[in-house]
C-alpha cells in the first residue's frame, strides 16, 4: 500500500492508510485471517485462526505442515484479515509480512494450544508465529 | 487438500472436501476473496472483487498493477474464497490456482467493468481473469 493508494476517488469508497499500531489492533479483534505462502513454488493460501500476543501475529492450523513443509524452519509468509462490507464495500483490510517459525517450546505451545482452537482437530499439533516485519493495512470509508 | 485431510476428528469440525463443481459454485455465491501473488519475491495477499464468468475467475481491484507488475503478461496466483463462522468453525473454503492474465479486449473489458465493482475507482480500470487449473475446497461441518 502506497500513499498514492491512500488518494480517494469520485466513484468509490475512500481508502485510508493505517498505522501499525491500528492495523495490528484491527487484526487482533478478529480470530479468522488467510496465510499465504509459497508450496511447490506456487503461491498458496490458507484460511486460519490467529491471535496476536504481545505484538506477534499466532496461527494454528492443520495446513501448519503443508506451511512449514520441506523441514524448513521458517520461510516468509503474508497474514491476511479483513472485515469488508461486500454490499457497501466499507471496512478494513490488514496484511503483516514477516517470518513464521513453528512454536516447539512445550510450554509456549500448551498456551496457543489453550488460546486458539483449531478447525478440525486431526492434525492440530501445529503453532506457528510470524513476527510482524511489514504490517499495512486500509481502511475503505465512504466519508472522506 | 489430500484426502487424508479429509478425515474427521474427534475434536473439531468435520473436514468434508468439495468436488471442482461445487467449489466454483460456492465460490460463485460470493463476490469478495483475497488473491495470493508473489511480489518482490514475496508471498503478497489482497482482497477484492470477483466474479465467476463460465468458469472463469475474474477479479478487478486497485491492486491489479501490483498483481500483475513488471509487465507481466501473466503470472500463477491463488485465489481463495470462504464463508466461515468463526463461533462455530463451520462454513467452507474454496482455493483455486491458476494463471493471471489481464483482461485487455475492449468489449470483454468494459462488460467486465459493468459486473464488477471496484473498492476504490482510482485506479480501477485493471480486470484480471484466473484459469482455474487447479480447484481445492472443503466444507467444515459439526455433522459427519
Chains 1, 2 share one sequence.
Not at 466513484?11 to 489492533?25: D, F, I, N, P
Not at 479483534?29 to 484460511?47: C, D, H, N, Y
Amino acid at each position: 500500500m502506497s500513499a498514492d493508494e491512500a488518494v480517494s476517488s469520485g466513484t468509490g469508497a475512500h481508502l485510508v492508510v493505517l498505522s501499525r499500531g491500528e492495523a495490528l489492533r484491527l487484526l487482533a479483534s478478529v480470530s479468522l485471517g488467510r496465510v499465504g505462502f509459497t508450496q511447490q513454488a506456487l503461491p498458496a493460501i490458507r484460511p486460519v485462526n490467529h491471535l496476536v500476543d504481545r505484538g506477534v501475529v499466532v496461527i494454528r492450523t492443520h495446513s501448519g505442515s503443508a506451511l512449514l513443509n520441506h523441514s524448513l524452519r521458517s520461510e516468509v509468509v503474508a497474514y491476511e484479515a479483513d472485515d469488508i462490507d461486500p454490499a457497501t464495500h466499507t471496512g478494513w483490510s490488514v496484511v503483516v509480512t514477516g517470518v513464521a517459525t513453528r512454536v516447539t517450546g512445550a510450554e509456549e505451545l500448551a498456551r496457543y494450544q489453550r488460546l486458539l482452537t483449531p478447525w478440525s482437530g486431526a492434525a492440530a499439533g501445529d503453532v506457528v508465529r510470524i513476527e510482524p516485519e511489514l504490517v499495512t493495512g486500509y481502511r475503505l470509508t465512504t466519508t472522506p
